[in-house]
């Protein structure tokens, strides 16, 4: 059974940081796109930016400039450097890891920033 093990959620303050950390299997992390998703209650998912096993990024409009997507093939993690916390980016976060025609998600982690 995949798993994506997800940590460094939490409460910060606004103009704050977090480190997201994702973690998986080697087999799974050489091949795949991995992502962070968010979503609040009420919304759909959304994502927040992903990074190829080839280093192409992308990030949503709204964290670009202050989110940092990277991932570390010796460790097999994916990370995401999120600076200027603003209480819009309150959500659950969620590691995706995308292959050719499977997906897989973390089990979510709750981020607060407080006004």
């Known amino acids: 059974q995949v798993q994506l093990v997800e940590s460094g959620g939490g409460l910060v303050q606004t103009g704050g940081s977090l480190r997201l950390s994702c973690t998986t299997s080697?087999?799974?992390?050489?091949?795949?796109?991995m992502g962070w998703y968010r979503q609040v209650p009420g919304k759909e998912r959304e994502l927040v930016s992903f990074i190829t096993r080839g280093g192409v990024i992308n990030y949503a409009d709204s964290v670009k400039g202050r989110f940092t997507i990277s991932r570390d093939f010796a460790e097999n993690t994916l990370y995401l450097q999120m600076d200027g916390l603003k209480p819009d980016d309150t959500a659950v976060y969620y590691c995706n890891a995308h292959l050719k025609d499977q997906t897989f998600w973390g089990q979510g982690m709750q981020v607060t920033v407080s006004s």
């Open positions: 080697p087999s799974i992390f050489s091949l795949a796109t």
